[in-house]
């Protein structure tokens, strides 16, 4: 889901023109999956328990904690790799240099090819004007938008439905 965010328009010499353009940004309305709700979610689309979901989730990040602690890469095929970077001060010889010198800077991860693939062609929606603006400001335009939107959504969720059913 995205929002929409003002922005000035620059000229090629780095000059502040009085023009702007909207461009769509990441919006968050709601809060994050957690665990609880994201063990419901894979609980519905596969055969797996919640309960089990969930414990198998805990040890993960667990064995990833551990496994990056010695400094081991964690790829989960079809997701991507977690990685540590190291920092240390600056030494003038390699054996000062010591583990109690260095330490994590960073942890991070790098999404597989194909996983950013699928992840960049799904269809972005955008997040409906009503929720995030107050009434008074609601142009004719964006009530409109927001009305073809909600009109769209349902036909969608209407024709997946008598797919399902036809099956």
Known sequence: MYDTRVSRVLTPGCQVERKYKRYGVPKRLIDPI???EFAEYMEKRSGFHRGQ??????????????????????TIEGLGTFHTSLTSPGFERPEQV??????????????CPEFNRQVKKMKCT????????????????????DREQELAEYNMEGSKMDEEVQE
């Open 53 to 74: 979901i969930d414990g198998i989730l805990t040890e993960m990040v667990d064995a990833i904690r551990s496994l990056l602690a010695i400094g081991q890469p964690v």
């Open 98 to 111: 010591t583990p109690g010198k260095v330490s994590v800077s960073r942890v991070y991860f790098v999404a």
């Open 126 to 145: 955008r997040i409906p004007f009503n929720l995030y603006m107050p009434e008074s400001m609601l142009t004719k335009e964006m009530k409109k938008a």
């Open 34 to 36: 957690r665990n609880r």
